[in-house]
């Protein structure tokens, strides 16, 4: 069995926090890339912070996944001064292309339509984990648990005790506030009892890596099809990460052919702009779902990335809403603290509730709207959907309008990604 890891001594901190009678300020649990993310950035608040995860470090970071990473993701990275250590480790796109079957209507965006360098990235999941590991390693305010297994919580009036798992002993803590970062089973939202809404989707998402024969050409691809999107993204290396939308069986018999079968289907869907592709590794499927929790936030506790929500992979929304969930929160803690301020009071975490709620309301159903829209040949939708894609070519505003709420760049900007 794997040693359990630990950054820093597992003693409280000897900081006014704990002669109060909190062993740290806050306890978040989960150390996903939300999870880490927060713990950066609450680098400069002065709050002392306990971070939970319950895998060993090189498994939490061993995820067969990459992501889309929008403008603003990359800005609140730059505020949080970590963006140095990702950059050289991910890829850019400069160009997005989004098509509707053979529809020759195709709609393109550059970096000159908002004067901007790059219009996002693509990293793959330990291009982005590791670095934050070692960061928050290097934090003097986090204490990183790694693996740990929160076991108990009982929220009362002034404190929240957390009993956990860790080293084969338990640990009792006690702390102002509690942040699930646990993803989106999180057994910590189900245990505060708090409610969800949404729906699974008939279709599951297969996701393979690939290399062209050709330049990517740092272009990302959503390419709409009947049965789902089907996107291309770059990585580097002239890499490429597919995300290919499927109705359940059909999804599911495609995993099941040969590589050879596979890479015959695949090449069909892909298209000849990149030459022949070479599939590298295994191919992955996974369920995909709409879901909105009732509430982000309780008396000290507090709901972020998918364990507050999850949406469908289209537009690469995902992880993204989760980063601006954490700029958020870090933000409205900071500003509480500073003004002395309980942390974990309902009243503070309303803000942080008030801001990213509504915001990731609006993605979650922008991406219902483009899956549904996409999904099918019902001629009504067909016409009205390649009428909106003549609108998003021919008026600019329209244009560079629906980039911007791709790219995260719509919507009220966090103090870390203004610096
Ligand atoms: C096919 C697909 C493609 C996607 N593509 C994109 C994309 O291109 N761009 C994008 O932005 N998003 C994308 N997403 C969404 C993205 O994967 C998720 O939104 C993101 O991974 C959520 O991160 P998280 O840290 O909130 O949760 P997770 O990654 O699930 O992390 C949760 C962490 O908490 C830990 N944990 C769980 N329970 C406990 C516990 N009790 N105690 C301690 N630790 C615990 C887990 O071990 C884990 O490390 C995609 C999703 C899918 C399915």
Same mark, same amino acid.
């Given at each position: ?18 002669? $109060?009678?909190? =062993?740290? %300020?806050?306890?978040? !649990?989960?150390?996903?890339?939300? &999870?880490?993310?927060? @713990?950066?950035? +609450? ?53 997005? $292309?989004?098509? =509707?079957? %053979?529809?020759?209507? !195709?709609?393109?965006?550059?970096? &000159?339509?908002?004067? @901007?360098?790059? +219009? ?53 803590? $006690? ?245």
């Amino acid at each position: 069995m794997a040693q359990p890891q630990l950054s820093q001594t597992f003693n409280a901190p000897q900081t006014s926090t704990y002669q $109060r009678g909190y =062993d740290y %300020d806050l306890v978040i !649990v989960g150390g996903g890339i939300v &999870g880490l993310t927060l @713990a950066s950035a +609450l680098k400069d608040s002065g709050l002392s912070v306990l971070l939970v995860e319950a895998k060993v470090e090189s498994a939490a970071v061993a995820k067969g996944q990459a992501y889309a990473v929008h403008m603003l993701s990359a800005l609140i990275y730059q505020g949080i001064g970590i963006w140095d250590k990702i950059l050289p480790n991910i890829e850019t796109y400069r160009r997005v $292309r989004l098509s =509707d079957g %053979d529809y020759p209507g !195709v709609v393109e965006w550059e970096t &000159g339509d908002i004067n @901007a360098q790059d +219009l996002g990235y693509v990293g793959e999941h330990q291009a982005l984990l590791h670095p934050l590991q070692e960061f928050v390693k290097d934090c003097s305010h986090v204490t990183y648990l790694c693996p740990a297994e929160v076991v108990n919580i009982q929220y009362q009036q002034d404190v929240v005790t957390i009993e956990m798992k860790f080293a084969d002993q338990m640990q009792t803590v $006690r702390t102002k506030l509690v942040v699930a970062a646990d993803g989106s089973r999180s057994r910590i939202r189900q245990a505060a009892g708090i409610k969800t809404h949404g729906w699974k989707y008939w279709q599951s998402c297969i996701v393979a890596f690939v290399k062209p024969e050709k330049s990517h050409n740092n272009t990302a691809y959503e390419k709409f099809q009947s049965s789902g999107p089907f996107a291309i993204l770059p990585l580097p290396g002239n890499r490429c990460r597919i995300v290919w939308t499927a109705p359940h069986e059909e999804a599911k018999a495609l995993c099941a052919l040969d590589d050879q079968q596979f890479l015959a289907e695949l090449q069909a869907r892909y298209g000849n702009q990149m030459g022949k592709l070479e599939l590298l590794g295994d191919r992955f499927i996974f369920q995909v779902q709409l879901m909105q929790s009732d509430r982000y936030v309780l008396h000290r506790l507090a709901l972020v990335g998918d364990a507050a929500h999850n949406c469908h992979p289209v537009g690469g929304q995902g992880l993204n809403l989760g980063i601006r969930d954490v700029a958020a929160l870090a933000q409205v803690l900071q500003d509480a603290h500073a003004k002395g301020e309980d942390i974990g009071n309902i009243q503070i975490l309303k803000h942080y509730e008030r801001w990213r709620k509504r915001e990731n309301l609006t993605i979650l159903g922008f991406t219902d709207l483009l899956d549904r829209m996409f999904s099918n040949n019902i001629l009504p939708i067909v016409v009205v959907r390649r009428l909106a894609l003549w609108i998003m070519r021919r008026v600019p505003v329209v244009k560079i309008f629906s980039l911007k709420l791709m790219i995260g760049l719509k919507g009220r900007v966090p103090k870390l990604a203004q610096q």
